[in-house]
C-alpha cells in the first residue's frame, strides 16, 4: 500500500455505502477479503488483522489506558453453565459505555473514537452479515495479563454478546488459542496494534458458531488487550461479570 489511509471509507465502496468521517483503522481490501472468509460458515470464526492502527495512534490508546485504569484482580475457577471449567489469572478493568459513570472515557479521546471506529467497521459488514446492522458498542474490557499467571482458559463468550467481538492488543505478546468449530486447535500470535474481530451469537443467523478461545502463554512480562463488546440485554448483569462503572453488576 502507498502511504494511502485505509479504513471505513475504502471499506464501505465495497457495500457501496458512505462513511464521512476519517476512521483510525486502516484495513485494506486484501485484510477485508480475509476477514469475510474468516468469518463466514466455512471459515475459522476468528480474524487477525495485524496493525490495524498506526504507531500514533497505539501511543495515544497505551498512554490512555496507563493514566485512566485502576486494575482489579480477577482469580478464581468455576464451573459454567455449559459445564465447562474455566480458571482465570488477570488483571480487569470493565466498563459499561451507555450507562454508569463514564470519567475513564471523558479523558480518553482516542479510546472513544476507536470504539465508534470499531463500530462503524462491524456495522459496515451488515451487507455480508445483515445481524450487525444495529450492533452498539455496549462495552469495554481491558486485561492485564501476567506472564506465567494461566491467563483465561478455553471458554466460549456469553451468548448475550452478538455478532462480532472485537479485542485489539495495546501491549506485550501472547498466543491467542482457539478451536474451530470441529474441534480444530489453532492460534494467532497477537502484538499490539493487532485486532482479533471473533465471531459471536447470530453473526450467521441464529446458529451458535461461537469459537472457543483461550490466553494462556503471555511471552512478553505483561500483555494488555482491550475488547469491546455489544450486549442484547445490556439492562442486565452478567453472571460473574463486574463492570467498574455500573452498580447493577
Ligand atoms: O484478552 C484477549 O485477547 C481475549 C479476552 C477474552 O478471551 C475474553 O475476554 O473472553
Known sequence: MTGERFGPPQYVDVGGNTVARESLLQIGPEQLIDIVERLDHDGSGVAHIPRVISPTTLGRLQH???????????????????????????????????????????????????????????????????????????????????????GLSMHKDNSRHPGLIATLSLRGIAKFDYKTVDGKANWVTTAPGGLVLMRATGLLGNEDLRPEHAVTTIYTPQRVSMTIRANTRPDEPIPRAEYDNWSKS
Do not use: C
Not at 79 to 99: S, T
Not at 109 to 131: C, H, N
Open 64 to 150: 490512555e489506558a496507563n493514566n485512566g485504569i485502576i486494575w482489579r484482580k480477577v482469580d478464581g475457577a468455576f464451573v459454567n453453565e455449559r459445564g465447562v471449567r474455566i480458571e482465570q489469572r488477570f488483571d480487569a478493568f470493565a466498563l459499561k459505555l451507555l450507562e454508569g459513570d463514564q470519567r475513564f472515557m471523558d479523558i480518553s479521546p482516542t479510546t472513544r473514537k476507536f470504539i465508534g471506529d470499531i463500530q462503524d467497521l462491524i456495522r459496515g459488514l451488515a451487507f455480508l452479515y445483515p445481524s450487525l446492522e444495529p450492533w452498539t458498542a455496549d462495552e469495554i474490557a481491558f486485561h492485564l495479563y501476567h506472564s506465567g499467571d494461566g
